[in-house]
């Protein structure tokens, strides 16, 4: 992995394309940092809601499924005249990125929920307090951190699959991960190098937010 990495960084020609390369893919690059950093979040946020449901296992069936499948089944599906307003949108993208991704959010949010602490749900559970309460005073304190890595690890996911879009992507839509994967064909090596860079930098942008986030939360807490 350091080597492929080193030569990115070293090689002369991925920097002196890199501005060109926003410049040109700033649609992708919007593109790709919209669709992984939502599709991530409507993932967490139903795997919580249905982290006690057993039934879900049987969605790791549609993570091992090839992307490209799961693409043919969503256009048989909804290539209709009255549902052009979703399959020509970013709604398809999003219902095959989250069919896709779902069983790591709710095997990830499972095992956030079961490292609560039980006597303190039971606590909880005995004081009646509101659904938003129980995950303000309790599921965040102590899981927050493990529900926020389950969010980070499908958005790296997202952020880089091209599969599973390629064929379903609407117009307008090309994420940087298929703008790399058409641009390897032509042999554009220092434009791709230069876009890979761009996504290694959306990879950790989230992890740069959250650290400058907790800093200031824990300068203002003193």
Aim: aromatic share 14%; charged share 15%.
């Amino acid at each position: 992995m350091l080597l492929p990495l080193g030569h990115l960084l070293l090689d002369g020609r991925t920097w002196s394309d890199f501005p060109d390369a926003i410049r040109a893919g700033s649609r992708s690059i919007w593109n790709s940092f919209w669709f992984a950093s939502v599709a991530a979040l409507l993932v967490a946020w139903v795997g919580a809601l249905t982290s006690d449901r057993r039934g879900c296992r049987l969605a790791w069936l549609l993570f091992f499924l090839p992307g490209v499948l799961l693409g043919v089944v969503l256009i048989s599906v909804f290539n209709r005249p009255w549902l052009g307003w979703f399959y020509g949108g970013s709604g398809v993208v999003m219902a095959a990125l989250g069919l896709r991704y779902f069983a790591l959010g709710w095997e990830g949010m499972r095992l956030a929920k079961r490292s609560v602490d039980a006597d303190l749900q039971n606590v909880t559970d005995l004081s009646g307090v509101s659904g938003w309460q129980r995950w303000r005073h309790l599921f965040l304190p102590q899981a927050g951190w493990a529900m926020a890595a389950v969010w980070y690890v499908v958005y790296l996911l997202c952020l880089w699959d091209t599969e599973t879009v390629v064929l379903i992507v609407p117009p307008g839509g090309e994420t940087l991960a298929l703008r790399v994967f058409n641009l390897l064909h032509y042999g554009h090596h220092s434009q791709v190098n230069a876009l890979c860079l761009i996504l290694l930098l959306l990879a950790v942008l989230p992890l740069f937010a959250g650290a400058v986030v907790s800093f200031l939360v824990k300068r203002r807490s003193q």
